[in-house]
């Protein structure tokens, strides 16, 4: 038996493979995370949470399901980069609030901790430390799930779709 794959076997290989379809994660349960540890995923969904969230116009990033909208996106992430920059985010977060808190984000308080939220958007726009790297990459993805969910797009910016408007809804540039 020689050791090289003939053209009819390496087209029973192709076309077995075309059948059994793309590569999947795993089926995740229910309200558990694929990516993140469940603390990690804790902290994810807190974050989410103050940077959209619920008031009395529509529900917040967690109703929205954001945190499992992240955590789907950077399990199937393909380039290492991403996922290593949303591991090393959340732990630089940590580290920020044990140095200057004593103690990791989730125990310092919700005051404390918009403070030091607060700290990390002065410089999203040109953001240069590894935490400010973070929350840019942290405030994006909130953003891009929650105005892309049912809630972020029907409940909170109100679109109405492709139907007829009786008048002008908008303003006049000029």
Do not use: C
């Not at 909130?142 to 009786?166: C, F, L, R, W």
């Amino acid at each position: 038996m020689s050791a090289t794959l003939d053209r009819r076997d390496l087209l029973k290989l192709l076309s077995a493979s075309v059948l059994a379809g793309p590569l999947q994660l795993t089926a995740a349960e229910k309200d558990k995370p694929l990516f993140f540890s469940p603390d990690e995923f804790e902290l994810l969904d807190t974050l989410t949470e103050q940077i959209i969230p619920t008031d009395s116009h529509s529900p917040g990033a967690h109703a929205a399901g954001v945190p499992f909208y992240i955590d789907r996106t950077v399990a199937e992430a393909f380039l290492p980069d991403y996922k290593e920059a949303w591991k090393t985010g959340l732990a630089e977060l940590n580290r920020l609030s044990f140095e200057e808190h004593k103690h990791p984000y989730l125990k310092i308080g919700k005051e404390k901790q918009l403070a030091l939220l607060a700290l990390l958007a002065k410089a999203e726009q040109d953001p240069k430390t590894a935490g400010e790297k973070f929350f840019a990459l942290l405030k994006e993805d909130t953003a891009y799930a929650y105005y892309t969910s049912d809630i972020g797009i029907h409940k909170d910016i109100e679109y109405k779709g492709n139907v007829i408007q009786m008048e002008f809804a908008g303003y006049d540039a000029v």
